[in-house]
């Protein structure tokens, strides 16, 4: 065999990797616009390789089984899915998690208590019962078991997030990103036992902990949350006092507009 030239990615290169996989017959697009696999559903990883080999081409999928369902259109908490093969990739629960930039506040009680990723529109699809499982034990998640420790990872220092969770995918993001998602779950959880270990929170080196540790707390007892945040608010910054204000008044009108 002559010498060849290669390369291969995963969610790195520059092509999609769905479309890649749709066209190499791998699977066909479900209503969600994720790649179904007959064998094995949805629930897989793509990569793909860019080659000058020449190899015989495989003929993409043609049938879709879908039909008239919707169950994933209907499950999407927040609206992501708004039709058919049609995504809003910045409304995705999915994106949510990983994104830098801060999240509307209808959105965060959208989020439930999610912390890195979003699986309910796959969860629900038929197309996922029945199915093949993987055996490969390199994706099993041996030292979480799948499970986060909230309280945990939003007290862990750099050098144990490093050690527990840089093996994971969702490290990339780094920990406050993940340690915001656990205080947005806190306050979904809307449980007032948590409030003293968000109002520590306030008190966070990072400006952008405390804007979400006053949300969770808005969120979790309004009353209370009002007079604890703005006891803090004084020694904030005049941009970070004009997003807490804004909470308070978003949770204001809202209660307003409940009676």
């Known amino acids: 065999m002559k010498d060849f030239n290669y390369r ?3 969610d790195t290169g520059p092509l999609i990797d769905r479309e890649v996989a749709r066209k190499a017959g791998i699977g066909y697009y ?17 990569g793909y390789i860019l080659t000058d080999m020449d190899i015989s081409i495989d003929s993409p999928i043609l049938e879709n089984p879908c039909g008239e369902c919707e169950l994933c259109l ?11 093969y049609l995504f809003n990739p910045k409304r995705c629960i999915s994106y949510l998690t990983q994104t830098k930039d801060r999240i509307p506040y209808e959105l965060r009680e959208k989020m439930g208590i999610s912390i890195y990723g979003c699986d309910i529109c796959q969860l629900v ?5 029945g199915i093949k499982r993987p055996n490969h034990h390199e994706f099993l998640p041996n030292m979480t078991k799948g499970y986060i ?3 945990e990872l939003l007290f862990i220092s750099n050098r144990e997030f490093k ?3 840089g093996s994971m995918a969702g490290a ?26 968000l109002e520590t929170l306030l008190m966070d080196p990072s400006p952008m902990i405390r804007e979400y540790a006053a949300w969770s707390i808005l969120n979790t007892d309004l009353e209370y949350g009002r007079e604890l945040v703005k006891e803090h ?11 807490i204000e804004n909470q308070i008044n978003y949770y204001l009108t809202r209660m307003d507009n409940n009676y």
């Open 8 to 10: 291969y990615f995963v």
């Open 30 to 46: 479900g209503k969600n616009c994720s790649i179904i696999n007959d064998e094995y559903g949805s629930f897989i990883f793509i």
């Open 74 to 84: 209907k499950a999407c908490p927040t609206g992501a899915l708004e039709g058919p």
């Open 125 to 129: 699809c038929p197309e996922n019962y």
């Open 149 to 151: 420790d909230l309280e």
């Open 163 to 165: 050690e527990k969770y």
């Open 172 to 197: 990339w993001r780094g920990k406050n990103i993940l340690k915001r998602n656990a205080i947005i779950a806190l306050g979904n959880i809307k449980d007032r036992d948590n409030l003293k270990l």
């Open 233 to 243: 608010m004084e020694e904030e910054s005049p941009s970070l006092k004009r997003e």
